[in-house]
């Protein structure tokens, strides 16, 4: 079973300032299978990044997303205040299908 | 445009059955190329894949849940269901259909989610 974990668990940041999200996995991972999403309250989970690195439709271009093997970033360049939410990272892999990071919370600081 | 809606109970008692419906309108069921999904989310905390079925019937499950859930597909409803067996407090969550559209390995298009709650 592939892990993934989320680092940090909470940050806090500034609206204008640049976020960097981690997402880890235990195993190397083909990158086409790494997806990012954003989760505000009450609402269902928004596909932001897809294949590691390409924008959903109509994904703000500050949103950005690297990576390889087993190290992932989502990086947030200036962040507006509707960007505080939590980000999940999924993967597609053997077993289970799918597996999802526990999720970074990013607050206003 | 493509939507989905979750529609079930709200409250189911322990050790009875969960039964979820997803409903899907602006597109065929039978259109996709990719597996339509389930997902849950406990109030409070984050993701869990429940299991994946195409529109042949086809479907793939969690190894924790595989022996206590099954997906189908009703493609003359345009519909595909959950059911997952003997239902614990665990199994109180937000539940979300959803279908890739842009890549096979994420999902785009998500239903609002609708929450379960087990208690007698």
């Known amino acids: 079973e592939i892990v993934l974990t989320q680092s940090p668990g909470t940050l806090s940041l500034s609206p204008g300032e640049r976020a960097t999200l981690s997402c880890r996995t235990s195993?190397?991972?083909?990158?086409?299978?790494l997806a990012w999403y954003q989760q505000k309250p009450g609402q269902a989970p928004r596909l932001l990044i897809y294949?590691?690195?390409s924008r959903a439709i109509g994904i703000p271009d500050r949103f950005s997303g690297s990576g390889s093997g087993t190290d992932f970033t989502l990086t947030i360049s200036r962040l507006e205040p509707e960007d505080f939410a939590v980000y999940y990272c999924q993967l597609y892999g053997s077993s289970p299908l799918i597996t999802f990071g526990q999720g970074t919370r990013l607050e206003i600081k | 445009q493509l939507q989905l809606q979750e529609s079930g109970p709200g409250l189911v008692k322990p050790s009875e059955t969960l039964s979820l419906t997803c409903t899907v309108s602006?597109?065929?069921?039978?259109?996709?190329?990719?597996?339509w999904v389930w997902i849950r989310q406990p109030p409070g905390k984050g993701l869990e894949w429940i299991g994946n079925?195409?529109?042949?019937?086809?479907?793939y499950y969690n190894p924790t849940l595989t022996s206590r859930v099954t997906i189908s597909v009703d493609t003359s409803k345009n519909q595909f269901s959950l059911k997952m067996t003997s239902v614990t407090a665990a199994d109180t969550a937000v539940y979300y259909c959803?279908?890739?559209?842009?890549?096979?390995?994420?999902?785009?298009?998500w239903g609002q989610g609708t929450l379960v709650t087990v208690s007698s």
């Open positions: 195993q190397s991972v083909t990158s086409s299978y």
């Open positions: 602006g597109d065929s069921i039978t259109s996709s190329t990719y597996y």
């Open positions: 959803a279908r890739p559209v842009i890549s096979a390995w994420s999902y785009d298009y």
């Open positions: 079925v195409y529109y042949s019937g086809s479907s």
């Open positions: 294949g590691a690195s």
